[in-house]
């Protein structure tokens, strides 16, 4: 029986690949992460705003006040764009939640 070993190669703690010691490295292929592109506008805004969103899929949108309140859930439409006349003037966080309920981004946003 042959015993072996394996070589991991990391590189600031990411596995890049294995080797079982004989010379060859196998590499580990891995999808690299995209960056999350996502922008609110107009902000500051009176009556609605919108969301630019790329390569990412948006499952629910939870709308707090400064102190952490959540006063608005939404849910993501086509046209990307949320009513928010019924909300008082202020800084209000917008949290933007991923079809496992992870969240993906929070943004600020000023109702005028």
Same mark, same amino acid.
């Given at each position: 029986?042959?015993?072996?070993? @394996? ?12 080797? =079982?010691? *004989? ?6 292929? =891995? ?5 999350? =592109? ?18 990412? %899929? ?6 707090? *006040?400064?102190?952490?309140? =959540?006063?608005?859930? @939404? ?12 909300? %008082? %003037? ?5 949290? @933007? ?10 943004? %600020?946003?000023?109702?005028?």
């Amino acid at each position: 029986m042959k015993h072996g070993y @394996l070589i991991v190669y990391l590189i600031f703690g990411l596995l890049l690949g294995v080797s =079982e010691g *004989n010379g060859q490295v196998v590499p580990r292929v =891995e999808k690299k992460s995209a960056i999350v =592109e996502i922008k609110i506008f107009p902000n500051p805004t009176s009556n609605f705003f919108s969301l630019s969103v790329k390569d990412v %899929r948006i499952a629910r949108i939870s709308i707090s *006040n400064i102190v952490g309140k =959540e006063v608005k859930t @939404l849910k993501p439409n086509t046209a990307n764009s949320y009513d928010i006349q019924n909300l %008082r %003037r202020g800084i209000y966080i917008v949290r @933007l939640y991923g079809p496992r309920d992870n969240l993906i981004k929070a943004l %600020r946003l000023s109702k005028t």
